[in-house]
């Protein structure tokens, strides 16, 4: 799968992915986008997801249109495996707005930052577990579109800060979340468990 950046002139590509619904941070997100267009950001957002519901879709459609912003924001619908995947790689920030009850650690934050993305993300639950803010990406407050904006808008304007958070996030991956060292960790566990006996 081959990865892009956005070169100069280029749309900066916005990636969400998750269940489109409230506490997911989607209209958190569409409100962050609206306000990026009107201070002249070029980009581009992507949406990826199942709606949680057809009032909530429509809500969420209307606020696109009602702000101009068919152009500019895609809803992709639920993708899997490769497809999936191209979207991430695809892309230049990955951005989660989440305050759903249940949010563990956030698996697509992870997704993002093995393709080397850097993520705008929240202080909520254990997403600050996988997003170091100001290291591979940055956490706001929940339900603050006009913080998530200015970390997107930081972004957009700052290609090596991309990058360097991108490798960074990409690092953290290789470093916690692959198969080898989730391995290696069970085997300290295991090794530092048969020590005690």
Not at 29 to 38: D, M, Q, T, V
Not at 157 to 165: A, C, I, N, V, Y
Not at 171 to 185: D, K, V, Y
């Amino acid at each position: 799968v081959q990865e892009r950046v956005a070169s100069n002139g280029e749309a900066l590509v916005i990636l969400f992915t998750g269940v489109l619904i409230p506490s997911k941070g989607v209209s958190v997100l569409l409100r962050a986008f609206e306000i990026l267009s009107r201070e002249g950001i070029n980009a581009r957002l992507q949406v990826m997801g199942k709606w949680g519901d057809a009032a909530f879709e429509k809500e969420c459609r209307g606020f696109v249109k009602d702000n101009g912003l068919e152009q500019r924001v895609e809803f992709l619908g639920v993708k899997r495996d490769l497809e999936k995947f191209s979207y991430f790689a695809c892309c230049d920030v990955f951005c989660f707005p989440s305050f759903f009850e249940a949010e563990s650690f956030g698996l697509v934050l992870v997704e993002a930052m093995q393709f080397g993305k850097p993520v705008v993300s929240t202080r909520w639950r254990g997403i600050p577990s996988v997003v170091s803010d100001g290291e591979n990406g940055f956490l706001v407050n929940v339900q603050d579109s006009a913080s998530v904006a200015e970390k997107l808008m930081l972004l957009a304007g700052d290609p090596p800060l991309r990058k360097r958070m991108g490798e960074e996030g990409r690092r953290i991956f290789e470093q916690r979340f692959t198969l080898e060292a989730f391995h290696r960790s069970m085997e300290r566990e295991l090794m530092a468990l048969s020590e005690q006996h």
